[in-house]
């Protein structure tokens, strides 16, 4: 399924600007399916990101 | 969604100031070099504030200086930290550069103090890439009771499970819960100065520069190492780096991690530039040769910052990392970095403060 929200920025994608918001060192923040803010786990090796109603954010 | 970086190059506004010749620069660079070598004594604030003003044409000699100050100052050792952030985000502190104020609509959702397993296996992780130092962070004001018992319930536990010195950034202290850090065995404390007196209060407005600078004594009092890091490119002046300095030594950090600001979506410093990657090789070295003796830390901002000049930074008086990723960022991938330190020939290990 392809995303409906920007993971870097929370904006839908209909309406996303024409601009990249990912930053190359920034792990993703928002929900692609829903917007809602993740709650994101960042550890030495790697990072986990979660929504709270579409669970964990698979690659 | 395009899966390139954003292309951050809007030019830091340059100071308007005289440069010196590169005549001048020589002389001044010799004569900082007869002193920290020969001599061995510190440099006077103003012999930095001259070196500060060398020409962009004379900062790899600055470096080169530096460098040698580092080596016969604390060797060639280079040591490597692991950083966690243990409870993220909802601070109610206003650091403008910070994304995990609660002041500000800022992408990060705050998260709980995670689970023991959580900040052990991050432990892991980091003693796996050869690091001697963890550092268990949060995202708080200070700690109240609940916070001070689970911290002092992981620092043993991370240090005899896995092996590693454990350093604890925990804001504000009060005189007895540092004794009870040092107690448990905290090896280092983390509390940055962050910038100069003079310009802090453009910075923070919920606590005071003064405030910090206790915790700071506090932390030293209590026998514990201090690690008293900076942050550069806030909109600070040359002069007051230079101060910042200053500042430092009357604190007596064991180790300083240098930051650069990478500005934060959300916060009030949004929208400031990234430094010039020269313009932070000059500014390695002007610390390296400020504070000859410390533990001077690669810290968050340095991908985004040096880009190529990563690896001239061990070369110009950094002698510290902090390795894989940051509080809420990403660093770039360990092995770019322990392969860096190979080929420049740099042991890894534990550092303490030479004098």
New interface residues.
């Given amino acids: 399924m392809s995303?409906a929200y920007?993971?870097?920025?929370?904006t839908a994608?209909a309406e996303h600007p024409d601009?990249?918001?990912?930053?190359?060192?920034?792990?993703p923040?928002?929900c692609p399916e829903c917007g809602r803010?993740?709650?994101?786990?960042?550890?030495?090796?790697?990072?986990e990101a979660a929504c709270r109603d579409h669970g964990p954010l698979l690659d | 969604?395009?899966?390139?970086?954003?292309t951050l190059t809007p030019k830091a506004p340059i100071e308007n100031r005289e440069r010196l010749t590169p005549q001048a620069a020589r002389t001044a660079v010799r004569a900082a070099g007869v002193a920290l070598l020969d001599e061995r004594r510190q440099l006077t604030l103003a012999e930095l504030a001259e070196l500060a003003d060398v020409p962009d044409s004379a900062v790899p000699t600055l470096a080169a200086l530096a460098h040698e100050v580092r080596l016969e100052w604390c060797g060639d050792t280079v040591e490597v930290e692991?950083?966690?952030?243990a409870k993220?985000g909802g601070c109610p502190e206003d650091c403008h550069f910070c994304s995990q104020s609660a002041k500000f609509e800022s992408?990060?959702?705050a998260?709980p103090f995670?689970d023991t397993a959580?900040v052990l296996?991050?432990a892991r992780?980091?003693a796996?890439?050869g690091a001697t130092e963890f550092c268990i962070v949060l995202a708080i004001r200070g700690p109240d009771e609940r916070t001070m018992d689970r911290i002092c319930e992981l620092v043993p536990l991370v240090q005899q499970e896995v092996g590693l010195n454990v350093a604890v950034s925990a804001g504000i202290v009060t005189e007895a819960q540092a004794k009870r850090f040092a107690e448990v065995g905290v090896h280092r404390y983390n509390h940055n100065l962050e910038t100069a007196e003079s310009f802090f209060e453009n910075v923070v407005t919920t606590h005071t520069w003064a405030e910090r600078f206790d915790t700071c004594q506090l932390v030293r009092d209590q026998g514990m190492e201090l690690c008293c890091g900076v942050l550069l490119g806030m909109g600070e002046s040359v002069d007051q780096r230079i101060e910042l300095i200053g500042q430092l030594r009357a604190v007596e950090p064991a180790e300083v991690p240098l930051n650069f600001l990478n500005p934060r979506?959300g916060t009030p410093f949004a929208g400031l530039p990234l430094t010039e990657p020269l313009e932070a090789i000059r500014w390695i070295s002007l610390f390296r040769l400020g504070l000859p003796s410390v533990i001077l830390r690669y810290a968050g901002g340095r991908?985004?910052t040096l880009r190529e000049l990563q690896a001239l930074g061990l070369t110009s008086g950094i002698n510290a990392l902090i390795?894989?990723?940051?509080?809420?960022?990403?660093?770039?991938s360990?092995e770019e970095d322990l392969q860096m330190l190979s080929d420049l020939q740099m042991p890894i290990g534990a550092l303490s403060k030479a004098i």
């Avoid at chain 1, 601009?19 to 792990?27: A, F, K, S, V």
């Avoid at chain 1, 803010?37 to 990072?47: D, N, Q, S």
């Avoid at chain 2, 692991?82 to 952030?85: E, K, N, Q, T, V």
Wanted: charge should be positive; aromatic fraction near 6%.
């Fill in positions: 995303d920007c993971r870097w920025c929370g994608l601009i990249q918001c990912r930053r190359e060192l920034d792990p923040r928002f803010r993740l709650r994101v786990k960042v550890h030495t090796a790697g990072y | 969604m395009p899966d390139v970086p954003v692991g950083i966690l952030s993220t992408p990060v959702q998260m995670l959580d296996a991050a992780e980091t796996a890439l979506p991908e985004v390795v894989g990723n940051y509080l809420t960022t990403l660093g770039r360990p």
